[in-house]
């Protein structure tokens, strides 16, 4: 099954500080989903200095407030920024919207380098698990699902890898009858948190089962990237609370992802369902 394509411009634009910004309808080629409402993901190579606070510099593109409606010329600084940590505040929002929006949207801006060179940039949307983002704020939820899903799409060594996210929210809710459970039976672990809270974190847990096939696909985020010493880095601010069976609910047999996972291990015992789990052949 394919992401249904729509052509609709959800009509709003801007113009601040010769910086335009503004959400369309694209026409670009159905991605492939699976048989159900499941994700295969290509586009995997996420740096993790990207999600370097310090680098991305959340206050001042101050994603809790960044309502693709309202934009103002504080939360388009970082973006556009000529210089490189504009470039990481780029690559985020790409994989941002790349997540938040549907295949039928996208986020549209321009920015000038240090040369003067006008660039346009048009960071198409896929998955769709917080479309609200095209029309006002995201809500906790749509927070977390982003934050998850980028989480998801960090790569240790930069590099694309076709993973399955699943979700017990929709649109990532897989079923028992999609191909993709059979093509990628082997669940690595699973991403949450919340970059748009006032202390942003993320975590991450690993399936013991599974570790060594998700090294070997060059995946490391989940278990951490491990050194020749047998030392474990993790991929920047992403925590690594340990074996999913110690912080998550069982595997739903039909869908294969983790239900719920405690939100802050170690803080407190309360759960999130705004998890997703990822999955390789």
Known sequence: MSLKREFIVLGWAMA??????????????????????????????????????????LNALNLNALNLNGL???NLAAIQDPGPNGALARDFMRYATSCALSSTESFDFSWTDARGVVHDE?????????????????????QRMVSSCVAARVNYYQVPVIVSARSLREPLK???SSRELVDYPDIEG?????????????????????????????RDCAAGHLLSGGDVVECGVIHIVGPCSQVCGKVNGAGQYYSSCVDRPGQSSATTKDVITTALP
């Open 190 to 218: 699973a991403f949450w948190g919340n970059l748009f809270a006032a202390r942003p974190y993320l975590n991450a847990c690993y399936n013991s089962a599974t570790v060594d096939n998700s090294r070997t696909y060059q």
């Open 16 to 57: 601040l500080s010769g910086c335009t910004a503004e959400v369309t309808g694209i026409g670009a080629p159905d991605e492939p989903v699976g048989e159900s409402q499941g994700a295969l993901l290509g586009d995997n190579a996420l740096s993790a200095n990207a999600l370097n606070l310090n680098a991305l510099n």
């Open 122 to 142: 048009s960071y198409p949307g896929l998955l769709g698990v917080a479309p609200a983002w095209a029309s006002g704020p995201l809500d906790d939820s749509g």
């Open 72 to 74: 103002s010329a504080q």
């Open 174 to 176: 897989t079923l028992n």
